[in-house]
């Protein structure tokens, strides 16, 4: 018997939802926009390429970090939840703290290196040269990104997702607007090509930064979460964000780790214009990915609320609505991926060989996208739970000891084509999905974090 009618459930799940996947959605624009300048220069088979490794590896390493996120929307969320609102403010000192020192570090180790990561994924030098200059410029303002990360997941927690919202739609804006400018070189300003892609984000990774101080520091804000009257250092918040965070790190560094894997064994055996193929189509796929991240958001903090009041029938029930919503979207994509699939791809670039290639892919990809909802939203129902490891030990299993050698076999030893390799995609993520819904629907919670 449900707790609150059906279209309450809806109503306030969207009303967290939409404004999470508005956001989102700008930086699937925004991704999908700087895919388009980069497949547009000259050399597009070789700068598709290297975005894409770039883009994957720097995504390899915020997220490890970035997912720290995690940890401070779900214990903001359950401090909300009991109405205890000067320990929220104390839950975003100490994320502020912990991840600003932590992306001074990350930046400087990745800014090092950035030159010699690229030729572990692919062995075309011209790639690797492209690669290594996106992902130096890229990891300048990590620090600001990371401090960003904080802020987001603290006004998760307290349910406002239309803050993200706005600096999402305002960040992203700029990002288009730098990225444009510095590889294509306007207002007299040199072109750097696939280098002023990573640096058009770093400057507005500074804005997004700047956007959320500016909300913080309001009387509205100021006053009632007080973090500017109590700042002291919480070793308890810290060690709980480090609980809950650290799998959710590992299991997004599994994920790019294995689609790293997948574009480097594509890249080595069938070269580089399947591997940019192959970028399209990921590219693409943010369509389907960040909405259901923006589900993602909106039940861990409906699900961490309730579980903060002890209404843990009431978290279950929240999760299994969003994931159907969601699914509903999904299903709707998939008609065009599978359908229409150049519709699509026209907006990644105008390379017609590119397109033809990444044709048949995508539709495989459109195929198993549907099920990527329900295993995104219930994912996160239970790292709201506390069930993070558990989520992450589902994900390594399946993307790394399942999809990879999959690719592996059916590109290396089989000598299948670019369809071949695809083809293992709907087995990870099927596979995936069944996992956590039986995980969610099983799980209990007598014991909430």
Aim: aromatic share 16%; proline share 3%; hydrophobic share 55%.
């Amino acid at each position: 018997m449900n707790l609150l009618p059906e279209n309450n459930f809806y109503k306030q799940i969207l009303k967290l939802a939409l404004p999470a996947i508005a956001g989102l959605s700008t930086q699937m624009i925004v991704s999908l926009v700087d895919a388009a300048i980069v497949g547009r220069l000259h050399d597009a088979e070789y700068t598709l390429s290297a975005m894409g490794i770039g883009v994957l590896i720097t995504w390899a390493l915020v997220s490890f970090f970035s997912s720290f996120s995690t940890g401070t929307q779900v214990i903001t969320a359950r401090r909300f939840g009991i109405k205890n609102y000067s320990e929220c403010g104390n839950v975003l000192n100490n994320s502020m703290l912990l991840f600003f020192s932590i992306g001074i570090i990350v930046a400087a180790i990745a800014m090092y290196f950035a030159h010699d990561i690229p030729y572990i994924f692919t062995s075309n030098p011209m790639v690797a040269h492209y690669a290594g200059e996106f992902i130096f410029f890229r990891f300048i303002g990590i620090p600001f990104f990371l401090l960003s990360v904080a802020y987001r997941g603290f006004f998760f927690g307290i349910n406002k997702t239309k803050i993200f919202m706005f600096s999402a739609i305002i960040t992203n804006v700029l990002n288009i607007v730098f990225n444009y400018v510095l590889v294509f070189g306007k207002l007299g300003i040199s072109p750097m090509g696939v280098a002023g892609s990573g640096l058009g984000s770093t400057l507005a990774t500074t804005t997004d930064f700047l956007f959320y101080f500016i909300v913080t520091i309001l009387p509205r804000y100021a006053k009632k979460y007080e973090y500017f009257k109590h700042f002291k250092i919480d070793k308890t918040i810290i060690k709980n964000i480090f609980k809950i965070s650290l799998p959710v790190s590992f299991q997004n560094v599994f994920i790019l780790i294995g689609f790293l894997s997948f574009m480097g064994i594509i890249g080595k055996n069938l070269g580089p214009e399947n591997q940019a193929a192959t970028q399209a189509c990921i590219s693409t796929l943010f369509l389907s990915f960040l909405p259901c991240f923006g589900f993602g958001i909106a039940v861990q903090t409906l699900v961490g609320n309730n579980l903060g009041a002890g209404k843990v029938k009431l978290a279950k029930i929240y999760g299994y609505e969003t994931a159907k919503i969601a699914t509903y979207y999904t299903l709707f994509l998939a008609i065009i991926y599978i359908f229409f699939p150049q519709w699509v791809l026209i907006i990644i670039t105008n390379n017609q060989h590119i397109i033809d290639i990444a044709t048949n892919p995508l539709r495989i990809a459109g195929f198993a996208q549907i099920f990527y909802a329900t295993g995104v939203v219930l994912a996160n129902g239970l790292q709201s739970g506390g069930k993070t490891l558990f989520v992450m030990l589902a994900e390594s299993i399946t993307n790394l000891g399942i999809f990879v050698p999959l690719v592996f076999l059916f590109v290396h030893i089989f000598n299948f084509s670019l369809v071949g390799a695809w083809a293992a995609l709907p087995i990870y993520i099927i596979l995936y999905a069944v996992v956590i819904f039986w995980k969610f629907r099983k799980e209990k919670w007598e014991e909430v974090f």
